[in-house]
């Protein structure tokens, strides 16, 4: 708490920066790279280039791991350590159940690795893990915990609130997952900009810093992303996905854990899986044989008392872990060969990024399968990168160069309905978005035909291009059932001559984040008429401006490049002639100008209708369910945040005891109290001591605070003392460095007056008597309190205090700035006289410094602004400093000006 004596140097240079920062910037924003192993968190904030954020151990990822016990919640490296002694109470790889029902199989596949949790299903049908009777986490809100944390680590690490982000998302996440992980994220106080495909997020990494090679030729790249639970190969083009949820790099650590659980059987271990610390334990020692293996090849796996006080200890050749894994490596060309294949290119250049791949295996098949890996992005932080780049083109107050990124659907999707056909309902399919097809983008679909109410199902299209295992886990795939009600009101209402009806138009949005909305659905009617008419039309012309809003509502320049797309109508029911086809549902594009521009007397009619749409998949969380969870994690928040005050009053007071136990020792802190108080103060600090370790502990927040205020209500005077003698001398120092500059600068300025130098007289007499005077004034006065101060003892009341001496320059240097100031604007009266024949340049000159003249009419306010402005300052440096005021200090600055005249 004692203040930098360098302080008294200060000039403006460091002052300076207080009044340039910019306060209404651009606020940070963040990227979230969340994988089900670790999370990684990307930040770009206002003129600081874009980096990773650290972690509390000061790491560039962090485990995806929340533990709680005993009442502590804990996350990352904390979190894994209490899994390796307490499974149950750490919570992991849960982006594996996010926004999946109960008997999906992913989620039986959990419960079998992970026995020791109990995991059951809730009302809305997803897992739930039962933590203890009274507490059940959702994976929502246990991933929402982890977003917190990482929101966290970047508030701590930028020092400032943070809102915003871009979450990375496996690409082939459908509907509910990616729903569910934005409900997560909204949990987490956190408002997504984007859910950015993975692979999308590397190849923007990969794409910044190759920008030059981006011309006009097109060319690939094949990214392979090999993480801890799935692969994905993705073609830049964004042609097509291959990708396989299951092949990860953590599968070849669970075979490994299998080939060592069958080992310490076959030594006739007992049952290592009734145990879940010791599967854990070999969870663990099968991750660390994995990374070992990728370099050599062989080594042994170790562990010490893994079950019944017994040693395991087991040598595993790569060529063993090959074998358990061979399968994997087959499937590892088949990803590449399905992204390949599909897009139909030929060469593509071969980035590999992901843990997955160190295995020589991996790396190997790829090889085989005629792709030379290239590992030229750093493949632990390309997404997270990408995505933060991504992030700062989303968010507002950020110049990057753009980067046009369009992503492709991989879930096709199509609108299924029936219709009545000769007597007969036929169901009709048309694709929405067809694979491949470019998002963002907003699509409509037009029902001709239909004249009272239906309804139509959005479902995913054929997915022949998914490997049946992949489609398993799509499990649902029907999307929603919309209801359309009062078709025939809405109908009938716009009938009449020169009425036109357009059919039912429902608006679709794949957004940013590859959710699909229902917009809204409309009854679209053109009427023709003449000019009068359409002056009173009022209503539809407010129709068409909504419309044109519509079709021009995208916010960034990826957007408008292709906002809209005509959709090709490609009926399956071959036996249609063309024509009807044509009339059965078209989509087309949203161009109300195009309309109103081509046809200027048609009016365009429409009709909002009512629509009802159930979810199929996974329920989103009602409000209720959200708001339940909110409250859960607010509360647990609260505990954490209980917790962390408790311990810094705790350290806080420990702290203060021990620093004011060492001081009160040394000779210089004790002669600033009497004896009296010096003894006080060492027996409250014993007693205080003595109470921290032994009842203390337990003690609550306010206790320790109460404490510490008696503590440093006996220490502080003490304490001030020793400041106030120790900065003296360089206080004094700089006033009288500053007496003596006065000096030097009132003997210059004596030669400007009207009665020295009548040509440049700048100062009047009485301006340089009252500088003389304060000048004196100042000196006298520190010559005095100096001296009484000198025949005081170190304990007795400061005579001349630090402030006091900072008060007086503070009075000199106003005096100063204000003579400087009126120096620097001074101008020769004389040449206005002289110029007869060059009277434009003069008046040119004698106009210029129009704003300085009005200046020199009223210096007084001048110089207070000045001051009121260096009060500022020294407001704000109050506050991260200690309780004493700064002066302002400018004698350098106005030197400068000095010796310029
Ligand atoms: C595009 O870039 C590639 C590689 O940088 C270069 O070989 C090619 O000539 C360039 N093409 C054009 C049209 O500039
Ligand atoms: C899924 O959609 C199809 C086609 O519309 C429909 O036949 C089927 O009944 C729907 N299934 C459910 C469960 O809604
Ligand atoms: C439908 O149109 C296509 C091209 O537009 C044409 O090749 C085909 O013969 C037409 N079929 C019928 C049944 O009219
Ligand atoms: C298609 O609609 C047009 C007018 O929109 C109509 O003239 C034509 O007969 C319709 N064709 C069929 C096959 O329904
Ligand atoms: C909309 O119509 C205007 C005027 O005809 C045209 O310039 C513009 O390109 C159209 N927009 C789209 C997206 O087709
Ligand atoms: C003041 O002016 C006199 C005569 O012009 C000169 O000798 C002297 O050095 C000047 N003093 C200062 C401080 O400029
Ligand atoms: C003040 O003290 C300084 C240094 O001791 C001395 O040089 C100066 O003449 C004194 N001034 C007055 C006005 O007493
Ligand atoms: C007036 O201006 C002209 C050109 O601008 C210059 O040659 C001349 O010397 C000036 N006269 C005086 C008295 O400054």
Request: charged share 30%.
């Amino acid at each position: 708490m004692v203040r930098n004596s360098k302080m008294y140097g200060v000039l403006c240079a460091v002052i300076l920066p207080l009044f340039l920062l910019p306060h209404t910037d651009a606020a940070a924003v963040i990227s979230i790279d969340l994988g089900s192993e670790w999370m990684k968190i990307g930040i770009v904030s206002p003129g600081v280039p874009m980096e990773i954020v650290l972690n509390k151990e000061s790491k560039r990822k962090t485990p995806a791991v929340v533990a709680f016990r005993d009442g502590v919640r804990t996350f990352g490296e904390d979190a894994v350590s209490v899994g390796v002694r307490f499974p149950k109470n750490s919570y992991k790889y849960l982006l594996d159940l996010l926004g999946k029902s109960y008997d999906h199989p992913l989620v039986q596949a959990y419960k079998e690795r992970y026995p020791y949790y109990e995991i059951v299903k809730s009302k809305r049908g997803t897992p739930e893990f039962i933590h203890d009777e009274k507490t059940r986490f959702s994976p929502e809100e246990l991933v929402a915990q982890l977003l917190a944390k990482a929101k966290e680590f970047a508030e701590i690490s930028h020092g400032q609130q943070i809102s915003e982000c871009v979450i990375t998302v496996p690409g082939y996440f459908n509907q509910a997952e990616r729903r569910a992980l934005k409900e997560s994220a909204t949990l987490a106080g956190l408002n997504v900009l984007q859910l950015i495909n993975d692979y999308t997020a590397i190849a923007i990494n990969y794409g910044i810093f190759r920008r030059k090679e981006i011309n006009e030729t097109a060319w690939q790249a094949l990214f392979f992303d090999m993480g801890a639970a799935s692969t994905k190969a993705a073609l830049v083009e964004y042609k097509r996905i291959g990708f396989d949820r299951t092949l990860g790099g953590h599968e070849m650590t669970l075979r490994l854990r299998e080939h060592l659980i069958k080992a310490w059987e076959a030594n006739g271990g007992s049952d290592v899986r009734a145990s879940p610390r010791a599967m854990e334990k070999l969870l663990r020692e099968a991750e660390r044989l994995k990374v070992v293996l990728s370099a050599n090849t062989e080594h042994y796996a170790q562990i010490e008392s893994l079950l019944d006080d017994k040693d395991f200890k087991q040598l595993v050749t790569r060529a063993e872990f090959e074998e358990l894994c061979s399968d994997l490596w087959a499937r590892v060309a088949g990803v590449v060969e399905r992204a390949v294949k599909a897009a139909g290119v030929g060469e593509a250049r071969l980035i590999v990024a992901g843990g997955g791949a160190r295995a020589p295996a991996v790396l190997q098949a790829l090889r085989a399968a005629g792709y030379e890996p290239a590992r030229s992005i750093n493949a632990d932080e390309a997404a997270t990168m990408g995505a933060v780049y991504r992030a700062a083109s989303l968010a507002t107050g950020y110049k990057v160069a753009a980067l046009n990124v369009r992503d492709a659907v991989l879930l096709p999707i199509q609108v299924i309905f029936s219709r009545n056909v000769d007597g007969t309902d036929k169901l009709i399919k048309r694709t929405l978005f067809g694979p491949m097809n470019p998002y963002p983008q907003k699509k409509v679909i037009t029902f001709n035909k239909h004249t009272d109410d239906f309804s139509f199902n959005v479902n995913y299209a054929e997915l022949d291009h998914i490997p049946p295992k992949e489609l398993e886990y799509i499990a649902v795939s029907n999307l929603t059932h919309v209801s359309l009600s009062g078709v025939s009101a809405a109908l009938t209402k716009h009938t009449g001559e020169n009425i036109e009806h357009k059919g039912i138009k429902a608006h679709f949005n794949l957004d940013d984040s590859g959710i699909l909305n229902l917009v809204n659905v409309e009854f679209v009617a053109e009427k023709i008429v003449s000019e009068e008419e359409d002056e009173d039309s009022t209503l539809s012309k407010i129709g068409s401006t909504i419309s044109k809003l519509f079709s021009s509502d995208s916010d960034t320049p990826e957007k408008l490049d292709k906002p809209e797309e005509k959709q090709e109508d490609k009926p399956q029911d071959a036996e249609k002639s063309n024509a009807t086809k044509a009339n059965e549902t078209t989509t087309e594009k949203q161009n109300a100008t195009e309309t109103e521009k081509a046809k200027p007397k048609v009016v365009m009619l429409k009709e909002p209708i009512k629509t009802n749409e159930e979810i199929l998949t996974l329920l989103p969380l009602s409000p209720e369910q959200f708001n339940e969870s909110k409250d859960k994690i607010k509360a647990l928040n609260t505990i954490d945040k209980k917790r962390i005050e408790r311990e810094t009053a705790l350290n806080n007071l420990e702290a203060f005891v021990v620093d004011a136990q060492m001081k009160i020792d040394m000779e210089e802190y004790a002669e600033c109290g009497t004896s009296e108080q010096i003894e006080e103060l060492k027996k409250i600090c014993g007693e205080t001591s003595e109470w921290l370790y032994e009842d203390g502990y337990e003690a609550a927040t306010e206790l320790f605070e109460e404490k510490l205020a008696v503590l440093k209500e006996k220490a502080n005077p003490i304490f001030y003392k020793h400041w106030e003698h120790r900065e003296r001398p360089e206080a004094v120092a700089a006033i009288r460095n500053m007496i003596n500059s006065s000096k030097e600068f009132l003997k210059m300025a004596k030669n400007f007056t009207k009665e020295s130098n009548p040509e440049r007289d700048i100062f009047t007499s009485v301006e340089i008597e009252v500088l003389e005077k304060k000048i004196a004034e100042t000196e006298t006065w520190l010559n005095k309190t100096l001296k009484e101060q000198k025949a005081l003892k170190k304990n007795e009341e400061i005579k001349l205090t630090v402030d006091s001496i900072r008060e007086k320059m503070a009075h000199l240097d106003r005096e100063m700035k204000y003579l400087l100031n009126k120096m620097k604007i001074w101008r020769p009266k004389t040449p206005i006289k002289k110029a007869t024949n060059n009277k434009t340049e003069e008046v040119v000159t004698d106009a210029k410094p129009e704003k300085k003249e009005s200046k020199k009419d009223s210096p007084v306010e001048e110089s207070k602004k000045d001051s009121t402005a260096d009060t500022k300052v020294n407001d704000s440096e109050k506050d991260s400093a200690a309780d004493t005021t700064e002066p302002p200090l400018q004698l350098g600055d106005g030197n400068n000006e000095h010796s310029e005249l």
